[in-house]
């Protein structure tokens, strides 16, 4: 994937029509291109930031039925979300893992209570399952789970999840869509809408590094801009009501030492009558999350020092090591792009899909979880085909595999480095990304900023927010060596990407 044979295609495209436009490079926006492009539709994709800035890189990084959607009751959302999770991890091997999850029993009925529960949730994974759930022995609990708190420890319910890299599925996804023939632009910000008597018949917009303008002329628009769906809308109509109620989560990374082995723990109860989950990630544990309503939207959400103490006081419940905020290596925030309900409290809001078609023809999908996007774009591109009366063809994504699934990432970035020696040293002693991946980034993964090399192709700010600032100079300069960049890009890059980490750091 190269943005310069990118936007030689929208180019070559001219005044011509495109079948399907998206935008938005999410989750949504990347599954809805992967489904239309490999129906055989011309399809284009623009983000106006990088695929997966916004909430699709900053996930519990879970594929997943819900287990806390079970304890609502909400079948029909977790069969669905079981059903995908079995679906993504057929066509994802290299990329979705199967997470052994232990719930921590402290109370005479916790065992039967969640052994049943979990049941349940094994059972409706049918087919599709990762592993069968058990009760697990006090022994066993510690053995699997060393670091749990032992007082009162009763024993524990093991369960099994898929576990995965967001924004490297994001970015895999993309590369999917483009291999069946999309075109995808990020740094491509959507201005406006086209229309013709009335109907949407494109959209007007932006490279962001030129600055130059594009009319682009498409069938139907989809609208999959997750938390930003509002400002789509309200380009169709500025009387549009708002639809989106957005909910903040926090998370934060700590050093493996305060979990180590494989598996993951599932925190039940929380004091805001929510679930907590303690997962190993890249050999570090991610701790979260919140459910905050917030009125601000954000690209760069932050944290704030009461979610951040209300996850360290609740896991410290269960730790026999208690974190604190020093040992915290990253912190992370998304927003949920929930829709509104009357309800007041966003955790009882939908996570259910919602797609609606304007009076002017203009297709809106958000809501969702990542888990369900290959259905949520199966159910955007069906309507789609169905508003814009495009040529009937059937969605082939339950079985399309996702790329690199023969480990060509791997292949490749091992090329670079025997290449070049120096390419196959670490790019910071505490981050597990060498040279090579920053190279390969560049050369096939359309990585055009320090901060893409570093956030979301690598996951080193997630991962260690004060070593991935010190890697910023190096990574520069390799950008800089790839793209033909001078120095005050690379200078501009670094301080750029510096005001920006400082956010994932707890003390700035
Ligand atoms: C804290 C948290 C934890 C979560 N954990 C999980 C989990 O473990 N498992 C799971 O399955 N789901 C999880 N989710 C849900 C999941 O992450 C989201 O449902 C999903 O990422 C939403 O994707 P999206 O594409 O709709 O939105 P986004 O990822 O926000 O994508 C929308 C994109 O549109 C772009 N855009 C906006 N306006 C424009 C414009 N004018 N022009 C061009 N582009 C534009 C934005 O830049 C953005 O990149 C979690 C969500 C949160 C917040």
């Not at 020092?305 to 360290?312: A, C, G, K, V, Y």
């Not at 005050?488 to 990407?497: G, I, K, L, T, Y």
Request: hydrophobic residues 40%; aromatic residues 6%; proline residues 3%.
């Amino acid at each position: 994937m190269n943005r310069q044979e990118m936007l030689q295609a929208l180019e070559a495209k001219g005044s011509g029509l495109w079948d399907i436009c998206i935008i938005g490079g999410g989750a949504t926006g990347l599954g809805i291109a992967v489904d239309a492009a490999s129906r055989g539709f011309s399809t284009l994709l623009l983000e106006q930031y990088d695929f997966a800035k916004g909430t699709s890189s900053r996930a519990t990084k879970l594929v997943h039925g819900g287990v806390r959607y079970l304890q609502q009751g909400n079948i029909k959302l977790v069969t669905e979300a079981l059903h995908e999770r079995g679906i993504l991890r057929r066509n994802a091997p290299h990329l979705v893992k199967d997470m052994s999850f232990i719930v921590p029993n402290y109370k005479w009925w916790e065992g039967p209570y969640y052994g049943i529960g979990l049941k349940v949730y094994d059972w409706m994974a049918g087919d599709l399952g990762l592993g069968k759930s058990r009760l697990l022995s006090r022994e066993e609990t510690l053995e699997m789970a060393p670091t749990l708190d032992a007082e009162g420890l009763r024993g524990g319910v093991l369960y099994h999840d898929g576990q995965f890299d967001d924004a490297r599925l994001a970015i895999h996804l993309a590369m999917t869509a483009a291999d069946q023939g999309a075109v995808l632009l990020n740094y491509f910000h959507v201005d406006g809408l086209l229309k013709q008597s009335s109907q949407v018949s494109g959209v007007k917009a932006t490279d962001q590094f030129s600055g130059k303008t594009y009319n682009i002329k498409a069938q139907v628009v989809i609208n999959a801009t997750g938390v930003f769906t509002d400002s789509i809308l309200q380009m169709d109509d500025p009387r549009a009501e708002h639809i989106i109620a957005p909910s903040q989560g926090v998370h934060i990374m700590l050093d493996k030492e305060f979990l180590p082995g494989e598996a993951a723990i599932l925190v039940p109860h929380t004091d805001d009558g929510r679930v907590l989950f303690a997962v190993p990630w890249h050999d570090k544990i991610i701790i979260g999350t919140t459910d905050t309503a917030v009125d601000h939207i954000d690209l760069e959400p932050r944290a704030l020092p009461e979610e951040i103490d209300f996850i360290l006081q609740q896991i410290s419940r269960y730790l026999s090591k208690v974190p604190t905020a020093a040992d915290i290596r990253s912190v992370y925030a998304g927003l949920r792009p929930l829709v509104k309900s009357s309800s007041k409290r966003t955790a009882e809001l939908s996570r259910d899909h919602l797609i609606m078609v304007g009076d002017s023809g203009l297709i809106t999908i958000t809501g969702g979880k990542w888990t369900t996007y290959r259905r949520m774009a199966e159910d955007a591109v069906n309507t789609a085909i169905a508003k814009a009366g495009l040529p009937h063809k059937e969605c082939i994504t339950a079985t399309l595999s996702i790329h690199g699934g023969a480990g060509e990432t791997e292949a490749e970035v091992r090329a670079l480095a025997e290449a070049q020696a120096l390419w196959s040293e670490k790019i910071h002693p505490r981050l597990p990304y060498t040279k090579a991946d920053i190279i390969q980034s560049v050369r096939t993964e359309m990585c055009m900023t320090v901060e893409d090399a570093l956030s979301r192709r690598t996951r080193s700010l997630l991962l260690d927010a004060q070593a991935a600032i010190d890697a910023a100079p190096m990574v520069a300069e390799l950008l800089a060596g790839e793209m033909g960049k001078d120095a005050s890009w690379q200078d501009q890059q670094v301080s750029a990407f510096r005001e920006l980490a400082k956010g994932y750091l707890l003390h700035n």
